[in-house]
């Protein structure tokens, strides 16, 4: 078993930029200059976001995040976490520092007190794997890899702490747009919404338009300066043996317990620009009648970095949707992949290749599929999960 996925992981030759890269020592360099440039921090300009309606914590819910670590929430943590994941470059599992918590606990207590004392972490334990998964089978493309990071047993267990703290509060900063990683929240809630919107739009005969958004060629690249990832570097395992070592700018780390919820965070400035541009008239998502008659206007739907996006099928709202993109992007150093993102006319829209050019990215149909789940297709027809069956 362990061979079969060695031979899949393996990258005797790839593509990068479009290029073929067949040499071993050519294959190891364009992967580590690829990833070195991806994770470097863009010195180009960078838009603020003042003025956006953002969600705060009130003062105890923020004391309560800032409050010293102890030994009993550091050891929770410990034991509530995978012991067998595979394990970064200091060569020790999870069930190692569990097994031997009674010998070491002192001294990873003394490195929590540092981090909270002098806002400091040790390079030298924030060191990084990254091991490159394929997407799908027959990959060619650097980009059809996920690099998954594997992280020293310290660092892992501060990111769980840390993350901890933050799931607790989470849902009170976080709009109900998202439902990723936010406490009784559910997967299915976006794809039934989204379900929603298309059959309003069409037992009323309306034109509207979906555009569903990719974010990220590698994974998501969002810049937040602080001093767990100022402090990471990186070397790229390539075949089984590491290349490369280079410091970390930017970029969340995919196997990072911290990484989904500050990703989260992230995707909340684009709901709220979102938001702000449906207040303003510029777009207008879909207006449908909740419980007790109420009307809820529905913009947008996010679940981590999969995000669609509900327009009239209006030339002007597609071209303002797009600058909101933009403006996110230099905002939050996120790369929105419009080559692999679409937009879905629902009814008789007239151009949509107009509207899509505009965007940016390709068109796309109904009866796809949306979070796993099939969307736009009549609930009834047993046909419509064909398509699960088969994965």
Not at 25 to 41: C, D, K, P, W
Not at 51 to 79: C, D, R, V, W, Y
Not at 280 to 301: A, P, Y
């Amino acid at each position: 078993m362990a061979n079969a996925h060695r031979r899949n992981n393996s990258m005797d030759k790839i593509k990068i930029n479009g290029r073929w890269l067949e040499e071993e020592r050519e294959v190891r360099e364009g992967v580590v200059n690829a990833f070195q440039q991806l994770l470097s921090e863009d010195q180009s300009w960078k838009s603020d976001i003042e003025g956006l309606q953002l969600k705060s914590l009130n003062h105890a819910e923020a004391e309560g995040l800032e409050q010293p670590f102890t030994e009993a929430e550091i050891h929770l943590a410990l034991m509530g976490m995978n012991g067998d994941k595979a394990p970064g470059p200091d060569g020790f599992t999870v069930a190692f520092w569990q097994f031997c918590w009674e010998f070491v606990k002192e001294e990873i207590v003394d490195v929590f007190k540092e981090f909270y004392e002098d806002k400091s972490f040790a390079k030298s334990l924030n060191s990084t794997f990254l091991v490159l998964i394929p997407k799908k089978g027959g990959v060619e493309d650097l980009g059809d890899f996920r690099p998954i990071s594997l992280l020293g047993g310290v660092y892992k267990l501060l990111a769980k702490v840390l993350s901890n703290r933050i799931k607790e509060v989470l849902d009170k900063v976080v709009s109900s747009d998202q439902n990723a990683f936010v406490k009784g929240r559910q997967i299915l809630d976006a794809s039934l919404i989204a379900n929603e919107v298309i059959d309003y739009w069409l037992k009323r005969k309306e034109k509207g338009v979906i555009c569903h958004v990719e974010d990220g060629l590698w994974g998501p690249v969002v810049e937040m300066d602080l001093v767990v990832y100022s402090t990471a570097s990186f070397s790229i395992l390539v075949n089984g043996v590491p290349a490369g070592y280079f410091s970390n700018s930017r970029g969340l780390r995919q196997g990072d317990p911290l990484s989904p919820y500050l990703f989260v965070l992230g995707m909340e400035v684009l709901s709220a620009m979102l938001r702000r541009a449906v207040d303003g008239g510029f777009t207008s998502g879909c207006s449908i009648q909740g419980r007790g008659g109420m009307e809820i206007n529905v913009s947008h739907l996010l679940f981590a970095d999969d995000t669609i996006i509900f327009c009239e099928a209006r030339q002007d709202h597609i071209t303002y949707l797009s600058w909101i993109l933009v403006w996110f992007e230099a905002a939050s150093g996120l790369r929105i992949n419009l080559a692999k993102s679409e937009v879905i006319p629902v009814g008789e829209v007239e151009d949509i290749e107009m509207l899509a050019v505009e965007l940016g990215c390709k068109v796309g149909t109904l009866l796809s599929v949306y979070l796993g789940l099939p969307l736009g297709a009549k609930h009834k027809a047993t046909t419509m999960w064909d398509g699960l069956k088969q994965e």
